[in-house]
């Protein structure tokens, strides 16, 4: 397979791990361009489990950056020691990361997803959980609260912190949330009132035609024909 740019992310990456945590891994990579000219397309996405990755071709990847996803845009925002495989196909598509964004697709990602989070905790319910939902409860909470903060953040300034400041308190966080769903509201909606008042640093809308020129060099370099 060729793995374009592969990195560790998830709680390993945001500083919130903790002892016997699994350690996600996420990376791009380049089908060979003659297998698009075939009876049947090339698969998209790999996933597996033990270890944790998942890999997206590269059109699939870039389809889900320009729409703000932030569980493929943490990728090109990594720490350097995080990175696994680096390639100069890669190293580019980091040097165009800023142009994958736009403001109201930032934003309604993040949020979108903070809220999809918050949804899940309300429907579980809380206080006479299990020690195992619990935990996923407090998880799920902790990534509520980061997809506000780094959502924000990328909105506001146009740059993604990957490791989150002050990791104790969004452990604290998480058990509060476990204890009672609702806590998490009022941080929710003050966060959204953060992205209406605040002027984005992003544009309106993303340059898609970095991402289309980066895709025809990856197609050109990996262009094989037997």
């Not at 089908?31 to 944790?52: I, K, M, R």
Request: include cysteine; charge should be neutral.
């Amino acid at each position: 397979m060729n793995i374009l740019l592969s990195g560790i992310v998830g709680s390993t990456a945001y500083g919130l791990a903790k002892p016997g945590s699994d350690i996600d891994r996420l990376g791009v990579f380049a089908a060979d361009t003659a297998s698009f000219h075939g009876l049947q397309q090339p698969t998209a996405s790999h996933v597996t489990t033990g270890p944790d990755r998942t890999l997206h071709e590269a059109a699939k990847w870039c389809r889900l950056a320009l729409r703000g996803n932030p569980s493929v845009m943490e990728l090109v925002w990594l720490p350097d020691d995080l990175y696994e495989v680096r390639t100069p196909l890669g190293d580019e598509l980091i040097g165009i990361r800023s142009n994958l964004l736009s403001a109201k697709r930032v934003r309604d990602a993040y949020l979108g997803y903070a809220t999809q989070q918050f949804k899940r905790l309300y429907d579980r319910g809380n206080g006479s959980l299990s020690a195992e939902t619990r935990n996923r409860t407090a998880k799920h909470a902790r990534h509520l609260r980061r997809l506000c903060h780094q959502g924000f953040e990328l909105y506001a300034t146009g740059r993604l912190q990957i490791r989150v400041d002050d990791p104790e308190s969004y452990h604290q966080f998480g058990e509060e949330v476990a204890a009672d769903a609702m806590v998490a509201l009022p941080m929710l909606k003050g966060f959204e009132r953060l992205f209406d008042k605040t002027k984005s640093v992003l544009p309106d809308q993303p340059d898609e035609a970095a991402a289309e020129a980066w895709l025809h060099r990856v197609r050109a370099v990996h262009y094989t024909f037997d």
